[in-house]
């Protein structure tokens, strides 16, 4: 599948070979690899990609907004495929913990920031969602 | 200590460029389509050693949609490389010409209507080789009769670095403790995410626009003209986002010439975009070694002369080899007082991928031979490793002989942090089967001196443009490769005319629109260097603005004029101020219209010859050994630096907590593995980079001086947090098992074999 | 080498999809997860004319458990879905371990068990664990569905005696005996991602007498295919557990290993590691075994 076919140029292809998670999207809510799946198979399933997280242009999805805030972005080349991977996390369990952090975050490679702001942000992202579920609820 | 600094200094801004990255809308080179673009594909050369007998690509040029087809042949045929100070180590061509020299030398490249063409016509070009004798060692390279790399360069050694003083044998025999020994390192690579891209647009007059991933745009500008045969202002170098580069991407490399010169001959725009297979299996790396190091010390811990021979992998090109051989001798006498010592450095040729700059530049390894040894020592002699780098620590004030001056120096406090923090007394004292606590130090420099691009232009330059809505337009060839200098730069521009950052629009790295030059992001330069050519560039702006303050006022002469909060104010009398905008407006009246702008420059002068100024740092790591299988837990690393005033402090635990990722998988997990000159490991599942659930916790302690050669006080933060981690873990790993690794990375297999539990 | 071309089919039942796998099998693949067969597709590693995906036939993407036939994977069951199912932690925690940590978070979003067999790999992961539970594949063709014990399943590396026109429609476990205890370890460099190094599965139950009474030992990665350790699994059974015996057994798996030295690992350290990790393995077992022999005996 290439979402640069469809001029959506946010997805990232760091290894085309399902090793890096750069290029990680949500097919029917679930984190997959997108250089694994080939564009056929995935026609009328909804997917999600980086640009379709954000609620508008000047808004950010509370995950995405941790990032910046904690500094979880470097180079940015691997922030999509974490950002989405972090989705997925969150959208399956609400509360993770550290360690769940870490291991929901193993299939995405980052060669700047050695993770440590990325769980950061993941978990304050948590933080914010859950508070906002609570109060919803 | 200076400490009247500006609010904004220290603060963990958020990274300007952020919000774009977090959702997708940051554009890399690879996203940039132009209309009528072609794909461009390198055919690589599948021996390590060979002559090109013959090449026919008849074939290729004949298949539907190949638009171009190039070979050495069809080139200018024109060396580059980035010693232009030493010309004739300028030793590569975009296209191998007579012979290639490892597997993946580019041999051909296509232009075509899409990627798939490309790679087809690539194909189907027919080249005749005929194999060579190939060296893959630095022992085979350096062997007698063993066949020349490069006829030039006799018995494989393109490049000697001597380095001498003290009267080393008479401190050899005053010593009441010598020892030798040999270590040996290996490759590693930078591994950025983003793949090497580059694209090039064919401009009136036969110029070029190449955007591309790089860390030196200024270097590819200049050796793309080069190699090219054109003048340097033909060449407009531009950069999007990059993801990464760890010095890996700061040479002018084949598909940028072939983006360029395949533009230049279809009038079409061609671009070029690396897998991850060529990254990993041809492309760059870190420095594989053999170092030879003999310590001589007083029994009381004095280090009294160091002797250190070093042989460097260079692979099949200098690439940025003759920095890495120069800087390993540096790096061997830098954190400590020596008084004799004599290094020896020669880089060697062999038919592998090249190696380069990659992070930490030859510190990396002459550390872990220095701290390695060190350990050993401080075992030996029955001193504390702790108190062994105090007795020799160097301290502010100290001079590196022919090499500079330490004009601030936290050194011995970050010791003292990391063996409080890491509870290195106790934990000691009640050692724990299987569990080690392991130390190491180093020194980093801020920036090179030693100009080997031979540069004309200033290190770093940059403009900086004032106006009377109150903004700033701040341009700068600085490049930010995503260690965030854009922010950082914008920071101090931002706290030095006292105007919010939000106020600071920046444009950066494009050679044709930013000032000439800036060396690049490499060696942590850019805060240091680009940050005083802005504190330059400011003063004149500051000259244009505070008249205005002293007619508007009526200032006597003794007054001094405060830029804080968007306003200029005077000092004794903050009552009497001006909006920044409005003076800016009252300035370009008096002006009669001419735009408030300045340029301002770095260059270290009268800073010795290596760099202007040296951080410093220590690093305790805490591992558990499975004694069975051999597998190293890293339960915590402890890790306190010294990296000046810290401008953005969010910016400099990342860069901490990445190079420790960088440093963990040196120490442990990273190779390659090789067979002859091939590359087996060409995926991310086996090059082994460490995942978020291999890193362990980690404790940063920062100790703040003052530099005052730095922006603000500030000094290098990147690189030399890179250097400590294979050493204190290969110490720690000793303490735990008695394996003491001499020879990295530290497997499991390597452990139990040591211990004698591998049958 | 340049990415293949080929013809996608996406039947949207069963029957179809044998037909078509009938009508192209002169080059065609099956497509499940596609996690192994894209990537080599993409470079040019696999040429295939054709492909048959399984992703829209009905049925087959379910994970079930009843006491009476035990835990049933479906041929297009995901290896997150076995991992999340509770009684696959419960009841095989070797299996929900091994489709936990292997690969990635978005590997196992995609990829099936049954495409991690029928792949054939000598270091599959779920294999070594479901030899040791002595799961059954079911395999289908126009004809009809065989039974197949995942024992006799592996004929090489990358083979399996599969017939062309057969699809894996459903794997089967059989409930585990009471008072029983089961585990999977795998080594590798880094925590995950890797690719297992050695892999090590064995289940076991106590008998009244607290003796061995029933055994299995399989490892991944050090032979040409998945293998039982039968050899040990026989020196075990019947016995009362002990240090001593357990050394033996693990020792025994050891010299079962045909390990090769590859960039993983070397020969020598797969071996070895059989050992240390089959002493572990069974260790963990009877530990469990002994904890559930306790409950269930205080409950009598």
Redesign the interface.
């Known amino acids: 599948m290439a979402p640069?076919e469809l001029n959506?140029?946010?997805?990232?292809?760091?290894?085309?070979?399902?090793?890096?998670?750069?290029c990680?999207v949500l097919l029917e809510g679930?984190?997959?690899?997108s250089?694994?799946?080939?564009a056929?198979?995935a026609q009328g399933r909804p997917i999600t990609?980086?640009?379709g997280?954000?609620p508008s242009l000047s808004e950010?999805h509370p995950i995405?907004e941790a990032?910046?805030?904690?500094?979880a972005?470097?180079?940015?080349?691997?922030?999509?495929g974490m950002?989405m991977?972090a989705k997925?996390?969150l959208d399956h369990n609400p509360h993770p913990s550290e360690a769940e952090?870490?291991?929901?975050?193993?299939?995405?490679?980052?060669?700047?920031?050695?993770?440590?702001?990325?769980?950061e942000a993941i978990g304050v992202a948590a933080d914010k969602l859950g508070g906002a579920s609570a109060k919803e609820a | 200590m200076k400490t009247n600094n500006p609010q904004l200094i220290g603060q963990s801004i958020p990274r300007i460029d952020g919000p774009h990255k977090v959702t997708g809308r940051a554009i890399y080179t690879d996203d940039l389509k132009l209309p009528g673009m072609l794909y461009g594909k390198l055919l690589r050369s599948p021996y390590a050693h060979a002559r090109i007998k013959r090449i026919d690509v008849s074939k290729a040029r004949a298949l539907p949609g190949v638009k171009d087809v190039i070979i050495g042949a069809d080139t200018p045929q024109i060396k580059y490389g980035n010693w232009r100070l030493v010309p004739e180590s300028q030793d590569e061509l975009p296209l191998a010409v007579d012979k290639v020299r490892f597997i993946g030398d580019e041999v051909a490249a296509v232009a075509a209507i899409d990627p798939e063409t490309a790679e087809r016509a690539c194909e189907l070009i027919e080249v005749e080789y005929e194999e060579l004798p190939a060296v893959f060692s630095v022992e085979d390279a350096c062997a007698e009769g063993a066949p020349l790399v490069h006829d030039i360069s006799k018995g494989n050694v393109s490049l000697v670095r001597k380095i001498s003083y003290g009267d080393l044998e008479g401190m050899f025999q005053k010593a009441d403790y010598v020892r030798e020994d040999t270590f040996r390192v290996h490759a590693v690579q930078h591994a950025y995410l983003e793949p090497c891209a580059s694209l090039a647009e064919p401009d009136e007059g036969g110029r070029i626009t190449l955007w591309t991933s790089t860390q030196t745009p200024y270097l590819v500008q200049c050796l793309l003209a080069s190699t090219l045969g054109i003048p340097e202002n033909h060449v407009r170098v531009m950069k999007v986002m990059v993801g990464g580069g760890f010095g890996g991407k700061m040479e002018l490399r084949p598909w940028e010439f072939c983006a360029a010169f395949m533009a230049r001959r279809t009038g079409k725009p061609v671009k070029f975009t690396l897998t991850r297979v060529d990254e990993l299996a041809f492309g760059r790396r870190r420095h594989g070694m053999t170092l030879y190091s003999k310590v001589g010390l007083s029994k009381d811990g004095k280090l009294l002369a160091k002797d250190f021979q070093v042989m460097l992998d260079g692979g099949a090109y200098n690439a940025m080899g003759p920095t890495a051989t120069f800087l390993c001798g540096t790096f061997g006498n830098m954190a400590y007082r020596l008084p004799a010592y004599r290094y020896f450095g020669r880089h060697v040729y062999t038919n592998k991928p090249p190696a380069s700059a990659m992070r930490g530049f030859g510190a990396p390894q002459a550390y872990f031979a220095m701290e390695s040894q060190l350990n050993q020592a401080a075992l030996d002699l029955g001193i504390d490793p702790i108190d062994l780098r105090i007795i020799n620590a160097m301290e502010e004030g100290d001079v590196i002989p022919e090499v500079a001056t330490v004009s601030s120096c936290g050194f011995k406090q970050c010791l003292e942090k990391v063996r409080a923090a890491s509870g290195w007394d106790e934990k000691r004292k009640n050692k724990k089967p299987g569990h080690g606590l392991g130390i190491s130090a180093f020194s980093f420099i801020s920036g090179g001196v030693f100009n080997w691009f031979n540069t004309k232009y200033n290190f770093s330059s940059v403009e900086v443009r004032v106006y009377d809505d109150g903004t700033a337009h701040l341009f700068s060839m600085a490049c930010d490769i995503g260690q965030g200098t854009d922010t950082v730069l914008r920071q101090i521009l931002a706290a030095d005319l006292g105007i919010g950052i939000d106020k600071v629009r920046l444009t950066s790295m494009d050679t044709s629109n930013t000032p000439k030059a800036d060396l690049g992001s490499w060696g942590s330069r850019v805060t240091l260097m680009n940050g005083n050519a802005i504190l330059d560039a400011c003063r004149k702006i500051k000259d244009m603005l505070i008249p205005v303050m002293f007619t508007q006022f009526d200032l006597n002469q003794i007054q001094d004029i405060a830029f804080e909060d968007d306003h200029l104010f005077v000092r004794s009398n903050p009552k009497k101020r001006l909006s920044f905008a409005e003076c800016v407006y009252k300035a370009l009246r008096g002006r009669r219209g001419e735009p408030l702008s300045a340029h301002g420059f770095y260059t270290p002068r009268n800073r010795g010859l290596v760099s202007p100024a040296f951080s410093f740092g220590a690093q305790v790591a805490e591992v558990s050994v499975d004694e069975q299988t051999g597998l190293v837990k890293v339960d915590n690393i402890y890790t306190a630096h010294d990296c000046g005033v810290t401008i953005n402090k969010r910016a400099v635990e990342g860069q901490l907590e990445g190079a420790i990722q960088m440093g963990l998988g040196y120490a442990l997990h990273e190779q390659f593995a090789m067979q002859g000159g091939r590359t087996l490991n060409t995926s991310f599942l086996d090059y082994k980079m460490p995942t978020a659930q291999d890193m362990p916790p980690s404790v940063s302690l920062e100790v703040e001086t003052y530099e005052p050669e730095g922006p603000f006080g500030a000094k290098e933060a990147g690189e030399g947090l890179a250097i400590p981690t294979a050493a204190s873990v290969g110490h720690a790993v000793y303490e735990a098992t008695g394996y003491r690794c001499q020879d990295l990375p530290i497997t499991p297999e390597k452990i139990l074999r040591a211990l004698g539990k591998l049958k | 080498m340049a990415t293949s071309h080929f013809a996608l089919h996406q039947p949207q039942s069963l029957s179809q999809a044998l037909d078509l796998l009938e009508m192209h099998r002169a080059s065609v693949r099956l497509l499940a997860g596609g996690t192994d067969l894209v990537p080599k597709l993409k470079v040019g590693a696999l040429k295939v004319a054709n492909l048959v995906s399984l992703q829209g036939v009905p049925g087959l993407g379910a994970v079930a458990f009843d006491e009476g036939q035990g835990l049933v994977i479906g041929g297009t069951a995901r290896l997150a879905q076995v991992a999340a199912l509770p009684e696959v932690k419960r009841l095989y925690p070797g299996l929900a371990h091994a489709c936990s940590v292997m690969a990635t978070t978005q590997i196992r979003n995609m990829g099936t068990v049954a495409g991690n067999l029928a792949n054939a790999a000598p270091s599959a992961d779920t294999a070594a664990p479901l030899l040791a539970y002595d799961a059954r594949v079911t395999a289908t063709n126009k004809k009809g569905s065989r039974d197949i014990p995942l024992a006799q399943f592996f004929a090489g590396p990358g083979l399996s005696v599969l017939e062309p026109g057969e699809i894996i429609t459903a794997i089967t476990v059989p409930p585990p005996p009471p008072k029983s205890g089961s585990a999977y370890q795998r080594l590798s460099a880094r925590s995950q991602v890797d690719i297992c190094a050695v892999g090590v599965a064995a289940s076991l139950s106590l008998d009244g007498q607290g003796r061995l009474a029933h055994c299995r030992l399989a490892c991944a990665s050090v032979a040409p295919t998945p293998l039982r350790c039968l050899e040990a699994e026989e020196m075990l059974s019947g016995q009362a557990p002990g240090d001593d015996l357990l050394d033996r057994a693990a020792q025994a798996a050891a010299a079962a290993a045909k390990p090769i030295d590859d960039m993983r690992a070397s020969a020598a350290y797969r071996r070895q590691m059989v050992e240390v990790l089959s002493r572990r393995v069974l260790a963990t077992c009877l530990a469990q075994a002994a904890s559930l022999a306790q409950a269930q005996g205080g409950a009598a």
């Open positions: 640069a959506l140029t946010g997805t990232k292809v760091g290894c085309n070979q399902g090793d890096c998670g750069a990680t679930r984190s997959v690899s250089c694994l799946t080939l056929m198979e990609t980086i640009e997280l954000a950010l995405q990032f910046v805030q904690t500094q972005v470097q180079c940015g080349f691997c922030s999509a950002i991977s997925h996390l952090i870490r291991q929901g975050l193993s299939g995405n490679l980052c060669r700047c920031t050695g993770y440590t702001k990325v769980v």
